[in-house]
């Protein structure tokens, strides 16, 4: 059988090849960087990659727009699988250089503004400059194009820097969510603690938002996540992003989904998968179990024949 491919968030020294490490073993398949996350997205469409492992969402910045963007828009894919990896950020220089030498920072805009506070104080007057990954800023300045990056140590390392200052981050104990991305498929089997994600289009009318999250209301199913993003059609049509408890195999999961499918203008499925936050494990109420379900759906077929 063929080794997985997995592309991730690049270059290598990222905080998506760390969370890429705690999914899959050293000999779990072959690995590679992908420059974006639409490139690493698009590895999987294009048949390049087998599997692409992107950050989604972090718990001081919110969502990552371009893999929201990139789920939502294009060929299907689906979550597989998530990994949340505790973010710690160093200021790494070339081995030399002194606090009052870093005329130029840079990192990916996340890692900038989840440390925004510290490098004020630390580099007054010197203005960040994005890049497209926190190990591409690192890369950079072991190129001589920047002086400073704001990186995981494990990039610092990799490319060679000095971790001139540690703990570098804001508000200490961030985390970030990351994904793996495969594409779609037969589900995983339920395991009693999941997770399903999708994207549901709704126009401007009054109570669009109100009609979706009733269905899930009506059926106990508590949302993890929701999200607005324009769908860049025009104004005043826009795309909910929502995680929910659950498995679309769960009844009340899977009603859910085709009543979204009947009131919304549209609904991108992205996957039921197991839980990894260790926030799960809730008792579904009573009457949203799958047996009382069944139960409601043969006393329907009783009421139907004339037998109840």
């Known amino acids: 059988m063929p080794s997985m491919r997995f592309a991730y968030l690049g270059p290598e020294g990222t905080f998506a090849e760390a969370a890429l490490s705690r999914l ?5 398949g072959t690995r590679r960087p992908a420059a974006s996350v639409p490139a690493a997205l698009a ?3 294009s048949g390049e990659a087998d599997a ?5 969402e972090n718990s001081v910045e919110g969502s990552v727009p371009a893999t929201m963007d990139g789920l939502a828009d294009g060929a299907p894919l689906h979550i597989a699988r998530e990994v949340f990896l505790p973010v710690a950020f160093v200021l790494a220089v070339r081995p030399g250089t002194a606090l009052d030498g870093v005329r130029s920072v840079g990192s990916h805009p996340h890692a900038l503004a989840q440390t925004a506070r510290r490098l004020a104080e630390l580099l007054p007057g010197v203005p960040p400059l994005p890049a497209t990954s926190t190990a591409g800023a690192a890369r950079q300045v072991a190129e001589g194009e920047l002086d400073a990056a704001v990186c995981a140590r494990i990039a610092a390392e990799r490319y ?3 971790a001139l200052v540690e703990d570098l981050a804001d508000h200490p104990g961030a985390e970030t969510r990351f994904v793996l991305v495969t594409p779609p498929g037969p589900l995983p089997e339920p395991t009693g603690d999941d997770k399903t994600s999708l994207v549901a289009v709704v126009s401007d009318r009054t109570g669009a938002l109100l009609e979706v999250l009733r269905e899930f209301s009506v059926r ?5 996540r929701i999200e607005s993003r324009p769908t860049r059609e025009r104004l005043g049509v826009y795309s909910f992003a929502l995680d929910c408890e659950g498995h679309a195999a769960d009844a009340r999961v899977g009603e859910a989904l085709a009543a979204l499918h009947r009131v919304c203008d549209d609904v991108r499925f992205l996957g039921s998968y ?8 809730k008792a579904v109420p009573e009457t949203a179990t799958d047996a009382a379900f069944a139960e409601a759906a043969e006393w329907l077929q009783r009421v139907r024949a004339g037998r109840a």
């Open 220 to 224: 106990g199913i508590s949302l993890t």
């Open 160 to 162: 060679g820097l000095t």
């Open 43 to 45: 590895a999987v469409r």
């Open 24 to 28: 899959v073993a050293p000999d779990g």
């Open 52 to 56: 692409a492992l992107v950050p989604l």
């Open 274 to 281: 197991p839980r990894a936050d260790g926030r799960g494990g």
